[in-house]
């Protein structure tokens, strides 16, 4: 069975056959080009998905990062000897903890973490620095 598309004076919709005879597009090869493109469009539609997670975690980690930056900057701010251990949940689901070590020569070590979930699994950020006393 043979289909005919568009108009009769079109020669785009139209192929010739050997024997010099012209014919429309079968219904198989419409339907071998309806697969081709849906195939396609589905490869799209994952690629963006893709795409769409991988800007959420991008954003997520870039708070985290940002967090833990501040933390350091403010125990950095403050006097050496009144820095102290801490730890922080925030409305946004990213816990801040921070971890100021012993004096020794004149340098306390320090460390801010900043964690979250993502997609089930457990990310962290971790900043470490030395404050000078």
Known sequence: MLLHFGPSSSSSARRVRRGGKSSAFTVVEVLV???IVAVGLLGVAGASASALRASGAALREGAAARRASSRLALL???????ATSG????ANGLRDS????IAANGVRL????A???DTGRRRAVVLRSALLC
């Open 115 to 117: 964690e979250w979930d």
């Open 98 to 101: 921070w971890s100021v070590g």
């Open 110 to 113: 320090v460390e801010a973490r």
């Open 87 to 90: 730890d922080m949940r925030l």
């Open 76 to 82: 950095e701010a403050g006097e050496c000897a009144s």
């Open 33 to 35: 080009a309806l697969v």
